[in-house]
């Protein structure tokens, strides 16, 4: 997984048909997904109950690009083995979701992954500040995380502060929550090169007409790369 600022598409499969992950995630991969993103919640930390590490070993086989895995859990520590051991490529903890978010990043690379660091919408930029060399990925949430479809927050401000802080290290900004072609722009325009969408892939479209995935996908990459 070389690192590149190119822009990235990944799916969120929390909006998939949950009776067929196997060929949805084969799906928005051949209709031009970058990344697929798997949102782990665990009723607690967020109020939705999602995929466990058996979940995510099951999706991996299917996943040809990367499996991009959101944790939106508490505590994170306990799980970052059984991750790794499903196959993700990126794990991503919540800066919110314990105390020590320094040793969770290191947890989480030594166990052979890419770490991200995600900050909810009320947590300032400054809160991964003296984690960045640790990171591989900055999620900035653009909803409360927990469930689908939500109305975006603009974080345009928080991005352009990230992506001065991140300067030239090899560190991703992933925008999650209420991409689309409306919103896309305003977050690439800040700095953001990963973008996570649901609802705005899976609207319309199912397994067997995929090429309204593919039609989706265009169009947020079209609108968020200008060409």
Known sequence: ???????????????????????????????????????????????????GPQAVKAFRPHVKTVMDVHLMIAPVDPYIDAYAEAGADVLTAHVEAGPHIHRTLQAIRA??????????????????????????????MTVNPGFGGQKFIDMTAKVRSLRDMIGDRPVHIEIDGGMDPTTAP??????????????????????????????????????????
């Not at 990944?10 to 991969?29: K, N, V």
């Not at 166990?111 to 900035?140: F, S």
């Not at 649901?198 to 947020?220: K, L, Q």
Request: aromatic share 6%; glycine share 10%; hydrophobic share 50%.
């Open 1 to 51: 997984m070389s690192f590149d600022r190119s822009i990235k598409i990944a799916p969120s499969i929390l909006s998939a048909d949950f009776a067929d992950f196997g060929r949805e995630i084969q799906a928005i991969e051949a209709q031009g997904a970058d990344w697929v993103h798997v949102d782990v919640m665990d009723g607690h930390f967020v109020p939705n109950l999602t995929f």
């Open 111 to 140: 166990a052979g992954m890419k770490a991200g660091v995600a900050v909810n919408p009320g947590t300032p930029a400054e809160a991964v500040a003296h984690v960045l060399d640790l990171a591989d990925l900055v999620c900035v």
């Open 186 to 227: 305003l977050m690439v325009a800040a700095g953001a090169d990963v973008l996570v969408a649901g609802s705005a892939v899976f609207r319309g479209g199912s397994v067997d007409t995929a090429e309204v995935y593919g039609a989706n996908i265009n169009s947020i990459r079209t609108a968020a790369t200008g060409t």
